[in-house]
């Protein structure tokens, strides 16, 4: 099973990325890892692609983390799509914390333009993680595996 969780920074995708893998020994991939041990991008993405497709309806997980739009296409017909979103000021909160508690104006608006880039794309589940508890959201995303066949 493949489970793509997408979304804005700092909207919790890799913490539920984690505790999916805690719980499945589900393999986790973010952003470019797909380029690990490939000679060349165009190479990559090839065997990422394919890996994911003969894994779309299998019993083992994958979970891939993604950030940016165009990577959304890697994910096979039959995976579980997560939009993962939080509010603005969760969202600059969060990020501010990576960055020492300081968060500079163009971070700020860099964030306040990227918070809703994924709000058109199609997903199977859309979870506000502004304070919603991960083990819950877990159990949603699990939950939803299930269903689908």
Same mark, same amino acid.
């Given at each position: 099973?493949?489970?793509?969780?997408?979304?804005?920074?700092?909207?919790?995708?890799?913490?539920?990325?984690? %505790?999916?893998? *805690?719980?499945?020994?589900?393999? &986790?991939? +973010?952003? =470019?890892?797909? /380029?690990?041990?490939?000679?060349?991008? !165009?190479?990559?993405?090839?065997?990422?692609?394919?890996?994911?497709?003969?894994? %779309?309806?299998? *019993?083992?997980?994958?979970?891939? &983390?993604? +950030?940016? =739009?165009?990577? /959304?296409?890697?994910?096979?017909?039959? !995976?579980?799509?997560?939009?993962?979103?939080?509010?603005?000021?969760?969202?600059?909160?969060?990020?501010?914390?990576?960055?020492?508690?300081?968060?500079?104006?163009?971070?700020?608006?860099?964030?306040?333009?990227?918070? !809703?880039?994924?709000?058109?794309?199609?997903?199977?589940?859309?979870?506000?993680?502004?304070?919603?508890?991960?083990?819950?959201?877990?159990?949603?995303?699990?939950?939803?595996?299930?269903?689908?066949?």
């Amino acid at each position: 099973m493949v489970i793509g969780i997408f979304g804005a920074s700092c909207t919790g995708k890799s913490s539920i990325a984690k %505790e999916i893998a *805690n719980r499945t020994a589900a393999q &986790v991939y +973010t952003g =470019k890892d797909y /380029l690990r041990g490939a000679r060349s991008e !165009a190479e990559a993405k090839k065997q990422f692609i394919d890996m994911l497709s003969s894994n %779309e309806t299998g *019993n083992d997980y994958i979970v891939y &983390v993604i +950030t940016e =739009k165009e990577h /959304l296409a890697f994910l096979p017909q039959k !995976a579980i799509r997560v939009y993962m979103t939080a509010d603005i000021e969760t969202i600059k909160t969060r990020f501010a914390k990576r960055m020492n508690g300081n968060l500079p104006p163009p971070v700020a608006t860099m964030l306040e333009k990227m918070h !809703a880039l994924f709000d058109t794309e199609t997903y199977d589940l859309k979870i506000d993680n502004t304070d919603r508890d991960i083990s819950d959201i877990c159990d949603r995303i699990l939950g939803l595996c299930t269903l689908i066949p």
